[in-house]
């Protein structure tokens, strides 16, 4: 509902269309094009593509891992101590 209410007055404002003005009048149009797409994501090396739901359960798993090695490393610390 929003994307659409979104592309709907970006369509509609005259002032980016009229003049035309070739590099407003470009951004404007993949703006738009892009509206449409909900799944958009960042190719590595042309062969995986990374999604916004990869990178944030990603970011999650090591922020997990990395608490628990600190915890780790802190009762092993306090177990060496005499």
Known sequence: SQIHST???LCANTHIWFPYRPNVYHSALAFVCHLNQSNLGVS???FAVVSKPLVLTTLS???TCLALFLQVGECNVG???P
Do not use: C, D, P, R
């Open 7 to 9: 592309k709907s007055a």
């Open 61 to 63: 798993v090591m922020l």
């Open 44 to 46: 590595i090396w042309g």
């Open 79 to 81: 177990l060496n101590q």
